[in-house]
């Protein structure tokens, strides 16, 4: 699952550290982990798994959808992750997200984190069975018997 894809990894850290809105795609179950930073006196940081988008202006619309007392991000970060969801974790990654958020004070925000990581490993491990199944998938082609 891992493959020799290249990651900036220090631009991926520094990213989580001081984005506004990151969104970390994974494209092998086409899904995307949405993390917004920003917070209020009413509403704290938003950290989900929702559909891949095709766009980042997508992304912010809906976003905006989802916040709407919340003013139009002023940047977002995109980040495909090809990798497994376990290389997150390997990788200190998710560490990074979850201290930038316990840190702040932002307990809400590191459950959502917990909850977030969970649902991501459940999709990803239903997609490597329906892989291995042939659940949604058919051959390209085939031997000549």
Not at 84 to 106: A, Y
Request: proline content about 6%; hydrophobic content about 40%; overall charge negative.
């Amino acid at each position: 699952m891992d493959g020799d894809f290249v990651l900036d990894l220090d631009e991926v850290m520094d990213s989580l550290e001081n984005g506004e809105v990151i969104s970390l795609s994974f494209p092998t179950f086409n899904k995307a982990l949405v993390i917004d930073t920003r917070s209020s006196e009413y509403e704290g940081p938003l950290v989900c798994v929702c559909p891949v988008v095709g766009s980042p202006r997508e992304r912010i619309r809906v976003l905006r959808s989802m916040r709407p007392d919340f003013p139009r991000a002023h940047n977002i970060t995109v980040i495909p992750w090809p990798k497994s969801v376990n290389s997150l974790v390997n990788l200190g990654v998710w560490d990074k997200l979850v201290s930038r958020f316990e840190r702040d004070g932002h307990v809400k925000a590191t459950r959502e984190c917990d909850s977030a990581l969970r649902e991501l490993r459940s999709l990803e491990k239903s997609e490597l069975a329906a892989v291995l199944t042939g659940e949604n998938y058919h051959t390209i082609w085939s031997a000549s018997p």
